[in-house]
């Protein structure tokens, strides 16, 4: 059993900052890539950015040069710093990361319960 908790969710005004976390605990033999979706009222849940174990990452065009992901391999913990937040980045933030249970398992994807972050004045 895996579990993903995400944090650091919450109200901000347009232009602030917030610092999401998100930590895999449980059954990890190693982690691939991790990753960050959202999804807002009334919309498709769409990629936010994702980071590779060697530490690759693409990011939504739309929150490019705002937002940076980056990992901690030691903590299996994986961040998203967002920058200059704009009332259209309101959603609910979720955390996946692409999991490898044990030895001889194939990686499966897994999924945090999200974290909402509301931009508005």
């Known amino acids: 059993q895996v579990q993903l908790v995400e944090s650091g969710g919450g109200l901000v005004q347009p232009g602030g900052s917030l610092r999401l976390s998100c930590a895999a605990s449980?059954?990890?033999?190693?982690?691939?890539?991790m990753g960050w979706y959202r999804q807002a009222p009334g919309k498709e849940r769409e990629l936010v950015a994702r980071i590779t174990s060697a530490g690759s990452t693409n990011y939504a065009d739309s929150v490019k040069d705002r937002f940076t992901i980056s990992r901690d391999n030691a903590k299996n913990t994986v961040y998203l710093q967002m920058n200059s937040l704009k009332p259209e980045d309101t959603a609910v933030y979720y955390c996946?990361?692409?999991?490898?249970?044990?030895?001889?398992?194939?990686?499966?994807?897994?999924w945090g319960k999200g974290t909402l972050v509301t931009v508005s004045s």
């Open positions: 449980g059954s990890i033999f190693s982690i691939n890539a």
């Open positions: 996946n990361a692409d999991i490898q249970h044990s030895r001889y398992a194939v990686y499966r994807r897994d």
